[in-house]
């Protein structure tokens, strides 16, 4: 006779095997977790063309979305074509591949023009630096012993400022003799670290070309991948869990566009203002300044500080007086950004609060580096709205309100109702209202508490047993001593 298990015994067996396999993974993640790292480094390393043309087609699918419904599809309307869904026909394929040679010929040449006006720009800034460098500290230093024993220096005592002056003198003299001591006799080690990064830029520019062309096949193809993912989700779920699943790829979609757009729009705004308006106000190198308070200001709450750090790092050296000009500049620029010219760009794409965004640059910024302070936001949001969507769902099906602030004065829910606060010494669920300690420690006439309720309620029940077993107690000898 053949043992045939049943479906209980079946899901015990799955159970058993999946938790067998959680702590191995767990244990190998404690021990062993740099691996895990090291490999999923190596794995985006040997993928990081896909990943470039997967950005790339994510990036500029809004523009050829508009050459189609703005141009070409109303053009074909114009001609009697239905261009309007994807079947395939000469026609579509034709409008297909004018849309996205156009913007392709695009994303290239804004490219070609920002390379063109910034690149040799930057070098030549940073050639100048590096050959004015010297001078630029002595002029720093020149300045602060001018400042030392000018009228604003009276109140400052002798001692004090020649610490200042001493510690700014240390820290040149530091800054030359590493640049003679460490950084001369280590020339071979240094140009090993240029070739190495020299490597890397040209790989990094190969994995970008081949990105693009990546990109050509995704924008020509991509109704027909998602028509292949949909049909894969609705062959291993049911079709509820499909659709949640379809549901939650529109929305990443939706999410990452939007804000990685917006974000490079908004950034690429922030650094034109910010050249105009260092270019009127006299700010040394001003192109190279605005490039990277442009570059940074993609970084979402913390990359306008990094940015403005950069720049008023670099403009004190050359002039303090331009240092603090550049400094309000870019407060009264970021306060631009961030109530008017940001909100306008990037409306609600995210729905995170300020703690969160800060929390997900934190979280995946420790993670991924500076990917994950990119990412990190629009990641985040895609997580924080599926638990919401979640929670919301949950909560219907058992007939509550899904409103966050019907639960922000929320005691307890009995049977469905929502208990609020109301200042009384409610002892269930210990929902009753306590005093602040400050309260307490200033109180003039401490007076001692009533017991709380449920305390004298079980008081009064021990009690009521006490008296039972005494009567029990008696009536026992009273019945012994008739016996």
């Not at 999946?18 to 993974?25: K, N």
């Not at 591949?97 to 910034?118: D, G, P, Q, W």
């Not at 004065?409 to 929902?431: L, P, R, T």
Request: glycine letters at 8%; aromatic letters at 12%.
């Amino acid at each position: 006779m053949k043992f045939k298990p049943d479906k209980k015994q079946i899901t015990w067996a799955v159970t058993a095997f999946l938790t067998v396999v959680a702590i191995l993974f767990v244990y190998y993640l404690m021990f062993h977790g740099s691996r895990i790292g090291d490999g999923f480094v190596k794995l985006v390393n040997m993928m990081s063309a896909v990943l470039w043309g997967v950005v790339i087609a994510l990036i500029i699918t809004p523009m050829l979305n508009g050459i189609e419904n703005k141009w070409l599809k109303p053009h074909g309307r114009k001609k009697g074509i239905d261009l309007s869904q994807p079947n395939g026909s000469k026609e579509w394929r034709s409008m297909r591949r004018l849309s996205i040679f156009l913007t392709e010929t695009i994303f290239i040449a804004i490219l070609v023009v920002l390379t063109i006006i910034i690149v040799p720009q930057i070098v030549s800034s940073i050639g100048n630096i590096a050959e004015n460098f010297q001078g630029y500290v002595n002029n720093a230093q020149k300045s602060i012993e001018k400042l030392l024993s000018s009228d604003y220096s009276q109140n400052i005592d002798e001692q004090t400022a020649s610490s200042i002056e001493s510690l700014f003198g240390d820290a040149s003299s530091k800054i030359s003799s590493y640049l003679s001591n460490t950084v001369m006799p280590n020339l071979d080690k240094v140009v090993r670290t240029v070739s190495s990064s020299l490597y890397q830029t040209v790989k990094g520019i190969f994995n970008f070309i081949v990105g693009i062309i990546v990109s050509i096949y995704l924008l020509y193809s991509k109704e027909k991948l998602a028509g292949q993912f949909k049909k894969l989700a609705y062959s291993l779920f049911k079709e509820e869990n499909a659709n949640e699943v379809i549901g939650a790829f529109r929305n990443i979609n939706r999410t990452f566009v939007g804000f990685i757009n917006g974000k490079l729009l908004d950034s690429l705004i922030i650094g034109i203002l910010c050249y105009i308006g260092t270019t009127i106000i006299g700010t040394p190198y001003a192109n190279l300044v605005s490039v990277v308070v442009g570059v940074t200001n993609i970084i979402p709450f913390f990359g306008p500080y990094i940015g403005a750090i950069f720049g008023v790092a670099l403009v004190i050296f050359i002039d303090p007086l331009q240092a603090l000009y550049f400094l309000i500049f870019v407060i009264i620029l970021q306060q631009f950004d961030g109530n008017i010219l940001g909100p306008k760009i990037l409306g609600d794409s995210t729905g995170l609060s300020s703690f969160w965004v800060i929390f997900s640059i934190l979280l995946f910024g420790g993670l991924f580096g500076l990917a994950g302070w990119i990412i990190g936001v629009p990641l985040f949001a895609v997580l924080y709205a599926w638990v919401s969507h979640r929670t919301e769902r949950k909560l219907i099906k058992k007939n509550l309100p899904t409103d966050t602030q019907k639960y922000m004065n929320c005691a307890y829910i009995e049977q469905g109702q929502i208990h609020m606060f109301d200042g009384s010494a409610d002892q269930k669920y210990v929902a009753r209202k306590l005093d602040s300690p400050w309260t307490i420690f200033f109180r003039t006439d401490k007076k001692k508490e009533q017991k709380p309720a449920a305390a004298q309620q079980h008081t009064e029940i021990e009690q009521q047993e006490n008296r039972t077993s005494d009567t029990k107690g008696e009536t026992d000898g009273k019945d012994n001593d008739l016996t």
